[in-house]
């Protein structure tokens, strides 16, 4: 769509962005040339780079585009190389964007993890309500996803984004990793980058699991109630793989750095324990499992990864002994990390 005039009456603005599908349901920002502009200067970028091809209808998401849809959603214009990085990291082949667009299951909008200075640099919550409401960037950065992957990649709900109930998420999911309070090496840290870059982790989710455990003073009570948590039936990850997202709450992370455990060692037990018996499931879906998996017996512990390195693990959140289980798409989609800069390409751990 090109440019459009209308007149200057924001309830009539509002209802015909709403009449065209262009919105999330929620008021936008009017995109007149004067605010897109202000995105397109912070960008630093010609308006009609090319960025990405967004299916499920590939278009084109060109640097201009993506602006409108960042002004619309309400971001700053200090937001736009973090879109910009994230919008490109999500179009490669291992993210597999179109089958989260189209699928039933509820992970049609990426979680964003952001790294580094710019989560004080753009005011990211990385601590206490992280994943709700209240924060300026993480919901406007978070929405403008969803709008970009509605307007520019045409997931339309009930035509091409198929998903049987969606989820809350889908307006947008937007976190900064609490690197201060983590007695681990930072995720950006952990997949090869410098301390002092700045990315955005993009990771196929659907729904969160919270699990509190407001007992346990030893690192044996946190790893149990965190393996049971990653253990629940119904994820597309138990029995399957892929790259859930286990974020700690700091208190938890404490009793666990504190016994001398690093991220590996962490990982190592939560896969050692996690696991349900493949006997607990549905009999017709346990004989699905059982006719690819022949050398299975009832007694066969489903995993929710194959390694413990596919397991993303990180620190969120603040005061309160409450941790959080995000199973994803499954082994469909794979995790992608970038370095928030003016041009940037997308590092892909494994498709």
């Not at 995720?187 to 455990?213: C, I, K, M, Q, W």
């Not at 997202?245 to 504190?258: K, M, Q």
């Not at 798409?329 to 751990?349: H, L, Q, Y």
Request: glycine residues 10%.
């Amino acid at each position: 769509m090109g440019r459009i005039a209308l007149e200057d009456d924001l309830e009539a603005i509002q209802e015909y962005f709403y009449a065209q599908g262009l919105t999330d349901g929620h008021p936008i920002l009017p995109p007149t040339p004067e605010r897109v502009a202000a995105f397109l200067a912070a960008a630093g970028r010609d308006a009609q780079e090319e960025i990405a091809v967004l299916p499920p209808a590939f278009r084109v998401a060109t640097v201009e585009k993506i602006a409108v849809n960042a002004v619309m959603a309400w971001c700053k214009p200090e937001y736009m190389p973090l879109l910009l990085a994230a919008v490109e990291a999500m179009a490669g082949p291992a993210f597999n964007l179109y089958g989260l667009q189209a699928t039933t299951h509820p992970s049609g909008t990426p979680l964003l993890i952001v790294n580094g200075p710019v989560r004080h640099d753009l005011g990211i919550n990385c601590a206490q309500g992280c994943f709700g409401h209240g924060t300026r960037a993480n919901a406007t950065i978070g929405r403008a996803i969803r709008l970009i992957l509605t307007n520019i990649g045409g997931a339309y709900p009930g035509t091409s984004d198929m998903s049987t109930h969606g989820w809350p998420g889908k307006y947008g999911f937007c976190f900064g990793e609490n690197e201060e309070l983590s007695p681990w090496e930072p995720l950006h840290v952990e997949r090869g980058f410098a301390p002092e870059d700045s990315t955005v982790t993009l990771v196929g989710t659907g729904g969160t699991y919270n699990f509190g455990d407001l007992w346990s003073t030893m690192a044996e009570g946190v790893l149990a109630s965190a393996a049971s948590a990653m253990s629940a039936y119904g994820t597309n990850n138990l029995g399957m793989g892929g790259q859930p997202a286990l974020v700690l709450c700091p208190e938890h992370a404490a009793v666990l750095g504190e016994e001398g455990l690093s991220k590996a060692e962490t990982k190592a037990a939560l896969f050692e324990r996690c696991g349900s018996p493949l006997g607990r499931l549905a009999p017709e879906l346990r004989q699905s499992r059982l006719r690819r998996h022949p050398a299975d017996t009832p007694e066969s512990l489903l995993k929710p990864i194959e390694r413990p390195e596919d397991l993303i693990l990180l620190v969120a959140g603040g005061a309160g002994p409450h941790s959080v289980f995000i199973p994803t798409f499954g082994p469909d989609t794979w995790s992608v990390t970038t370095k928030i800069r003016r041009t940037a390409r997308p590092s892909e751990p494994r498709p």
